[in-house]
């Protein structure tokens, strides 16, 4: 079968990528639809600084994940719905024909298997893959594939936002409104924030941030920030979210945020940073770290795109066959150019 992999820097299209087979407790999909992640974006350009950074890491849980080796092709694609085609032997898997999207992981008895870098298993950018019939989600009401393709950045969002604990009596400050920043916005809006305030340099990005809920949308470069919170949001409670991830945010957002707000931090930055305590201390501020979903919540993030409480459509500005993800990579690099583009195998 075909597939678009990583291979030395690259992204290149494959057409001799054996078509997996389930085998005990896995079910074998066509991709419907994958859209590509700024994640993605991230590992092509900085994938050994990445795992450079998560073999030093200390005190996560072993799941018996294993690192992809960037010397031989790497399969990615995490954003992905697919048909159902056949479960494995003895596996009880939704009906052929369902439409089901997942967490992207595999179980396996040596522990979880990442569906996001992997040299062994397919992925979101190739036409079949496999996945852990436990885990699937069965894609409700008629749902477009690919609108259910987009659950997984969504539940990033709503992770964000239910982490930060925002809620109506909160406004929120969203700096960056790239593919995390829009899905943090969307949740604010669906948890009752008001008002959310959002900032980016791309004025196509501004548009999409106004899209999906915020109330207000700056460029930086003509209003700061923090000058724009002070205008909009006067005395409310403050949640800052950091979706840009570059050094030098944080330690901005502390200097400048009010007293006692809030900073979650989901953007990732990929170099060494500095901040400077003082600024936290003085204003007693709350930094949170966040990364990824609970299950609960990608679940929860399916059902709120089903029941038109996420609107996901706006989003969408493009598909691709698999011949066109090397393209579509490098149309991503320009922040005014898309919002998320989908591949379509």
């Known amino acids: 079968m075909r597939a678009a992999v990583l291979r030395a820097g690259e992204i290149v299209v494959r057409d001799d990528v054996p078509d997996p087979r389930p085998g005990f407790g896995q079910v074998l999909v066509a991709v419907k639809a994958c859209g590509i992640c700024g994640s993605d974006l991230h590992f092509v350009r900085h994938g050994a600084t990445m795992l450079a950074l998560g073999g030093q890491m200390e005190g996560t849980p072993d799941f018996g994940r294993q690192p992809p080796d960037l010397t031989r092709d790497v399969f990615m694609g995490h954003e992905f719905s697919g048909e159902v085609l056949e479960s494995g032997p003895d596996t009880v898997g939704p009906e052929p024909g369902s439409i089901v999207t997942s967490i992207p992981v595999m179980l396996s008895a040596a522990g979880l298997q990442d569906l996001v870098y992997s040299n062994d298993l397919p992925a979101g950018y190739a036409e079949r893959m496999l996945l852990s019939a436990p885990l699937l989600q069965v894609v409700p009401n008629g749902l477009d594939p690919r609108h259910a393709a987009l659950t997984e950045p969504m539940a990033v969002g709503v992770h964000a936002v239910n982490r930060s604990g925002a809620g109506p009596a909160d406004g929120a400050l969203v700096l960056g409104s790239g593919p995390v920043g829009l899905a943090v916005i969307a949740a604010l809006r669906l948890a009752g924030v008001e008002p959310i305030v959002a900032t980016d340099f791309s004025a196509t990005r501004r548009g999409l941030a106004l899209t999906m809920g915020a109330h207000e949308v700056v460029d930086p470069r003509s209003e700061p920030a923090f000058d724009a919170w002070a205008r909009v949001g006067g005395s409310r409670p403050l949640v800052v979210f950091d979706a840009v991830g570059v050094p030098g945010i944080i330690d901005d957002v502390l ?22 305590p003082f600024f936290g201390i003085a204003k007693e501020l709350n930094v949170q770290f966040v990364l990824g979903y609970e299950p609960d919540e990608f679940a929860g993030t399916l059902r709120s795109i089903a029941e038109g409480e996420l609107d996901v459509a706006p989003l969408i500005t493009d598909e691709v066959g698999l011949d066109g993800v090397p393209g579509a990579f490098r149309q991503l690099e320009d922040p005014e150019g898309h919002g998320k583009i989908l591949v379509v195998p």
């Open 255 to 276: 200097r400048r945020a009010p007293t006692r707000s809030r900073v979650v931090v989901v953007g990732v930055c990929m170099e060494p940073d500095r901040i400077t």
